[in-house]
């Protein structure tokens, strides 16, 4: 259930980027700057080992 619920938040985030990028005509490389950019921001311990 649980594994749902993230995919399915998953796929909404990504169609989000996907209207701000034909909405504002963001290229490519400006949604992978901005995913990166997310990346870089999670601080979540949970799965460092």
């Keep these: ?23 504002y005509g963001l290229d490519d490389e400006d949604l992978d700057k901005y995913r990166n950019h997310l990346n870089d921001e999670d601080d979540d311990e949970w799965f460092d080992v």
């Design 1 to 23: 259930m649980c594994v749902q619920m993230v995919m399915g938040n998953m796929r909404e985030a990504e169609e989000r980027l996907e209207y701000w990028r034909l909405k």
